[in-house]
């Protein structure tokens, strides 16, 4: 059965996207946009929230990007998914770490320096993104010290899930350059070939 996940590639879909196309399912794009259709009634029955991404597989309907793409990976993902109860549970351990540690700030940045316009924005809540994210930063730069993925040995969900936020460093033009293991690791992800075609899913 066709998987439908709705969303946009210029959004936090971005991210199960990449998972699908990591983890080879059969799946389509309902094109979303997250400002006006996804506050259509249509849209809001299958995500109360009126925020993107959805995923439907059948009678199951999931929101929230990280849920999905723990499910994902879980279900569909072979290796993708770790073998140990350990790895799952550092896993998802990575993935809730990327999304309260990580994002919160690099959303400060992106929203006070490019988003809103010049005159609604605040700057000092931008610095300040930029000056506590570098707590996270070093916890992940040391983890990356004696070891090329999160969980060791093979690329898998947890890189998959934090570097589908640490990836928003690009957009907002975050220097990382003092995190060089860090660096490496984040383009090595980037440059899979499952990236570059969830970037063209929305084409
Ligand atoms: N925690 C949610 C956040 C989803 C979210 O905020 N998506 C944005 C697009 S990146 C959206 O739909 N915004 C529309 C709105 O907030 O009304 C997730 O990770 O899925």
Partial sequence: MTLKLYGATNSRALRSIWCLEEVGADW?????NF??????????????????????????????SM????????KYGGDLWPAS??????????????????????????????????DKRNPKLADAGERDIARPLKV??????????????????????????????????????AYPRVQKWLAAATSRPSMGKAQAAGA
């Fill in 28 to 32: 389509e794009l309902v094109k979303t």
């Fill in 35 to 64: 400002m006006g259709d996804s506050k259509k009634p249509e849209y809001l029955a299958l995500n109360p929230n009126g925020r993107v991404p959805t995923l439907v597989d059948g009678d199951l309907v999931l929101w929230e």
């Fill in 67 to 74: 849920a999905i793409n723990l499910y994902l990976g879980r």
């Fill in 85 to 118: 109860e350990a790895d799952q549970a550092r896993a998802i351990q990575w993935s809730f770490w990327g999304i309260t540690e990580f994002e919160p700030h690099l959303l400060a940045i992106l929203i006070h320096r490019i988003m809103l316009p010049e």
């Fill in 140 to 177: 992940l730069e040391a983890h990356l010290e004696n070891r090329e993925h999160l969980l060791g040995g093979a690329f898998s969900i947890a890189d998959l899930n934090v570097v589908s936020v640490l990836s928003m460093a690009g957009l907002v033009g975050l220097d990382i350059s």
